[in-house]
């Protein structure tokens, strides 16, 4: 445990990445095919010390970002996965409470009750320890003697209030336990953020942070990360995906094909064994890239599938 003063030492941040040629190139070594706009982003987070606020649709890689950073610098990854509810207890720490009404009561057994009334303040002392204290992931990445990545996932489905937690470790790399002080990181830990937009998140958190929006690829990275992820694919189906993707994306429908669902859509090619893609097997399989009937039905008419 570190107890931070006035005197006390910032976190250590010794840069993960030499360039943004570098970041380009240990991404793509770990499978995870970055853009020039991301690689420089991860950079600028990295040398500068700041967290990075990751926000665009779901399933464009946002949350395997962090995860890529993780193996790439080999640190530990502490995910906090927000959800409506979650709150201080289930984020920074709590205390374990069965465990200190256990000590609580094998102190008085072992004391006579009424006997020495001062024993309570031993007590006490005893129960606000590192033994009773659980931490949660914030505190866990505050607290890492390792290099970490902290990663915030999903964070406009969490209330606002949450967001308040956020802005002392963001701003400092600290958090403040009232019965053991502010606890210092040792090690700055690499942040990252992510949203769907689903709310706005507060403009405090905001200044905190580096941002980045991930939008889906543009066509040649995404033959590129689909050739990466399904390598026996012959290189006119996986072109054929990504154009059909692409003309799916086009629609107004209620869940766009994400580059998950687009590789899932190549192993699909690749597992019923066709050599094209015609339109029988596209209104067949149409259930590998969209999730709902409607866009289902919706795509079968923009396709004009509905006689194959």
């Known amino acids: 445990m570190t107890t931070a003063t006035d005197s006390a030492p910032s976190a250590t941040a010794t840069p993960r990445f030499t360039s943004v040629e570098d970041v380009l190139t240990k991404l793509a070594d770990v499978g995870y095919l970055a853009s020039e706009a991301i690689a420089t982003t991860v950079f600028l987070a990295d040398r500068l010390g700041k967290p990075l606020l990751v926000e665009g649709p779901a399933g464009v890689g946002k949350t395997e970002l962090s995860k890529a950073v993780a193996r790439v610098t080999g640190a530990d990854l502490i995910r906090l996965q927000c959800y409506e509810g979650v709150d201080e207890a289930r984020a920074l720490y709590e205390w374990n409470h069965a465990k200190q009404l256990l000590r609580i009561t094998a102190a008085g057994a072992s004391h006579g009750a009424g006997e020495h009334g001062g024993e ?36 406009d489905k969490a209330d606002v ?11 400092d790399f600290a958090v403040t336990v009232p019965e053991l002080g502010t606890l210092t990181a040792t090690h700055r830990p690499f942040v990252v953020l992510t949203s769907n937009a689903t709310r706005e998140l507060s403009e405090a958190l905001r200044r905190r942070c580096l941002f980045l929006h991930i939008d889906y690829p543009h066509a040649e990275l995404e033959q590129r990360i689909i050739t990466a992820a399904v390598p026996d694919l012959d290189a006119s189906l996986a072109e054929s995906v990504v154009r059909l993707v692409g003309r799916l994306r086009d629609l107004k429908l209620r869940k766009s094909p994400s580059v998950a669902e687009t590789i899932d859509w190549g192993r699909t090619l690749l597992a019923l064994g066709v ?30 599938l509905r006689s194959a």
């Open 120 to 155: 309570w303040d031993e007590v006490r002392d005893n129960i606000f320890t590192d033994e009773f204290l659980l931490a949660r992931p914030l505190l866990q990445a505050i607290r890492s003697e390792n290099p970490s990545v902290l990663l915030i996932d999903e964070l």
């Open 275 to 304: 050599d094209s893609v015609d339109p029988a097997v596209i209104r067949d399989n149409l259930g590998v890239l969209l999730k709902h009937q409607d866009d289902i039905e919706r795509a079968i008419d923009a396709l004009d």
């Open 161 to 171: 209030e949450i967001e308040g937690l956020l802005l002392e470790v963001l701003s």
